[in-house]
């Protein structure tokens, strides 16, 4: 299984950047795929996850409205786009897989995979 980011960048706040996510290794169906931040010092946050087989979309209460997650079955990709961005949103982004779905998506526990991370940067 291998989960490869990319898409992270510098931004002004209110802001847009799109994240990416090319998945492998793992057939793409009963599973799901989620993005994560990470702030040094402290914990790492669910942000949004998506349930790959019929596109269920979940979002943390911060980032409800703004962020779009959404997927790509044919080229096993998924995107996290990131609108109206503020400096509270900087972080290091991850994605994971979620294998096989689990339905408690806000749990870092229930992913088994992650990728590298790409870092965001919104500055005011």
């Known amino acids: 299984v291998q989960l490869v980011e990319s898409g992270g960048g510098l931004v002004q706040a209110g802001g847009s950047l799109r994240l990416s996510c090319a998945a492998s290794g793992f057939a793409f169906d009963d599973v799901g795929v989620g993005w994560f931040r990470q702030v040094p010092g402290k914990e790492r946050e669910a942000v949004s996850c998506i349930a790959v087989s019929d596109g269920s979309t979940y979002y943390v209460d911060s980032v409800k409205g703004r962020f779009i997650i959404s997927r790509d079955n044919t080229k096993k990709m998924v995107y996290l786009q990131m609108n109206s961005l503020t400096p509270e949103d900087t972080a290091i982004y991850y994605c994971?897989?979620?294998?096989?779905?689990?339905?408690?998506?806000?749990?870092?526990?229930?992913?088994?995979?992650w990728g590298q991370g790409t870092q965001v940067t919104v500055s005011s």
């Open positions: 994971a897989a979620n294998i096989p779905w689990n339905p408690s998506w806000l749990l870092p526990e229930v992913y088994s995979s």
